[in-house]
């Protein structure tokens, strides 16, 4: 496809990134399904060479991440987490990281189990209140991390403005937007540095592949990263680029379905007796709902509640649940449930940013709305 800047997120999740493939003619990038490339003499390659540092079912991936987040560059990993670990490799020993303090548990883990220990200093703050990030920026703050809306808070935070304090300070400003999806918000038009997307979820859709995407404007930063993703090596294989493209085509209506569903979802928990708090940006009660309204071009699929009933409750509603499977992870087109605390937050317990042990966190998929609410209706009855 001619890239054009001016199509639209549904057109672009279709054809950006693949061609006709020019050998046979296939219209979906086949599976390149090899590890190396014939070579016509020493070092006289095609282009590719080692499929750690290049294939072309992954070339065209790049091709359709860039396009969707409205970025130059993009680079495809093996999990969200090993695009989050490369970006922090440009990161020296003696820099800072400030973080948001309601982030995915494995990113906490990352930052305070893994990487401190290497030297690079990190505090936890509140993203959603400007003066708190800006209190807690520093001489040698190098990168501002956040996610909006957060893993599993869902609260969110101005991204125009993040970046002019993350800039003013000489710092970069990455974004996780793996919970809105591109087809909701682009940061980087909004001015962040760094995309980051654990694929894993919405990009995917389907709940069959693990991956994560960096994607960014900058050519001397992407030209680093690049280097990193092939020296560090935690690339995804040919088949899982394939099933995050094949996901893609679907995005933008998926994105819809999930949005519709959560908010009749969310209207539906609001009003029950058994539900003492719904947190979803979709709702005016939401404290951010003017921000979700400027900033996404839609709620999203991801809704977290606490039941009057407290941790005992959660765990009834989690496991009784027929529709929402039990499961960690969200983004698919299947509906899940979980419990943050003692699973997919489970490493930030006994730290500041400790979770309510009776959360319950939903992922609304693309079923009929209405056999959902059923079946949530069922098990709280009941409680
Ligand atoms: O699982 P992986 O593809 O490595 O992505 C990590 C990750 C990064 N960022 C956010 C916001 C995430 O939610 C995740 C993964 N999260 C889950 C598995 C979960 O159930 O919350």
Avoid at 29 to 55: F, L, M
Avoid at 64 to 76: I, K
Avoid at 298 to 313: K, N, T, V
Avoid at 352 to 370: F, H, K, T, Y
Wanted: glycine share 8%; charged share 15%.
């Amino acid at each position: 496809m001619t890239q054009s800047p001016n199509f639209h997120l549904e057109t672009l999740a279709v054809h950006a990134g693949v061609e006709p493939d020019p050998q046979t003619g296939a219209v979906m990038t086949p599976i390149y399904q090899t590890s190396t490339y014939a070579q016509a003499d020493v070092a006289q390659h095609k282009g590719y060479e080692y499929s750690r540092t290049d294939n072309p079912t992954r070339t065209a991936l790049h091709g359709a991440l860039a396009a969707l987040e409205g970025g130059h560059y993009a680079l495809a990993f093996a999990s969200g987490m090993a695009a989050i670990d490369t970006i922090l490799r440009l990161i020296k020993p003696g820099e800072h990281v400030l973080s948001g303090n309601d982030v995915y548990g494995g990113t906490f883990r990352l930052f305070d189990k893994v990487l401190s220990g290497y030297g690079i200093e990190f505090t936890f703050a509140d993203t959603t209140a400007e003066t708190a990030v800006a209190a807690a920026m520093q001489p040698n703050t190098k990168l501002v991390w956040l996610e909006t809306p957060t893993n599993p808070m869902l609260r969110l935070t101005d991204i125009a403005a993040m970046s002019q304090i993350a800039h003013a300070a000489g710092a970069w400003l990455g974004v996780d937007n793996t919970f809105a999806s591109p087809a909701l918000q682009n940061p980087l038009a909004l001015g962040a540095d760094f995309v980051v997307h654990s694929t894993t979820k919405y990009i995917g859709g389907h709940s069959d592949v693990v991956g994560g995407a960096i994607v960014l404007n900058d050519t001397a930063v992407y030209n680093q990263l690049k280097f990193l993703q092939n020296a560090i090596g935690a690339v995804p294989g040919p088949l899982d680029c394939f099933l995050t493209l094949r996901g893609i085509k679907t995005l933008a209506i998926r994105m819809a379905q999930h949005c519709r569903n959560a908010t009749l979802v969310a209207q539906f928990l609001a009003d029950h007796p058994a539900v003492a708090e719904v947190i979803y940006p979709g709702l005016d009660s939401h404290p951010q709902y003017e921000l979700a309204q400027r900033q996404m071009k839609g709620p999203g699929g991801m809704i977290s509640f606490i039941l009057h009933g407290g941790e005992a409750a959660a765990r009834r509603v989690a496991r009784d649940t027929q529709l929402f499977t039990l499961a960690e992870s969200l983004g698919g087109v299947e509906s899940l449930i979980e419990l943050p605390a003692p699973m997919t937050h489970a490493s930030v317990a006994d730290s500041p940013l400790a979770v309510d042990p009776g959360l319950v966190r939903v992922s609304v998929g693309i079923e009929n709305a209405q056999d959902l609410i059923d079946d949530l209706k069922r098990v709280l009855n009941q409680l």
